[in-house]
């Protein structure tokens, strides 16, 4: 088993910037996979970023350009980066982990990032 524990949501104003983090424990040898996903209200839950462990990474093409994710292997912790954060990028941002890519097995208790002036 493999837990998750995000933390860095909250609200911001159109323009500004977050940064997500989620540390991993527990199994970590199974984690090769890692990223975030997010679900606003009425919508399913989308692909935000996702990182292997070896530096590979996808993103949503919504927030290319604008947000970074990133890997602390040591710590087994992935960040997110996120600027020019917009209003449409409210949603409850999930950590994800696993053995698989870029969806894995493992999901965060998810963090609220509101974009509202």
């Known amino acids: 088993q493999v837990q998750l524990v995000e933390s860095g949501g909250g609200l911001v104003q159109p323009g500004g910037s977050l940064r997500l983090s989620c540390a991993a424990s527990?199994?970590?040898?199974?984690?090769?996979?890692m990223g975030w996903y997010r679900q606003a209200p009425g919508k399913q839950r989308e692909l935000v970023a996702a990182?292997?462990?070896?530096?590979?990474?996808n993103y949503a093409n919504s927030v290319k350009g604008r947000f970074t994710i990133s890997r602390d292997n040591a710590k087994n912790t992935v960040y997110l980066q996120m600027n020019s954060l917009k209003p449409e990028d409210t949603a409850v941002y999930y950590c994800n982990a696993g053995g698989t890519y870029p969806l894995g097995a493992y999901w965060g208790q998810g963090t609220q990032v509101t974009v509202s002036s």
């Open positions: 527990g199994s970590i040898f199974e984690i090769y996979g």
């Open positions: 990182s292997t462990r070896g530096g590979r990474t």
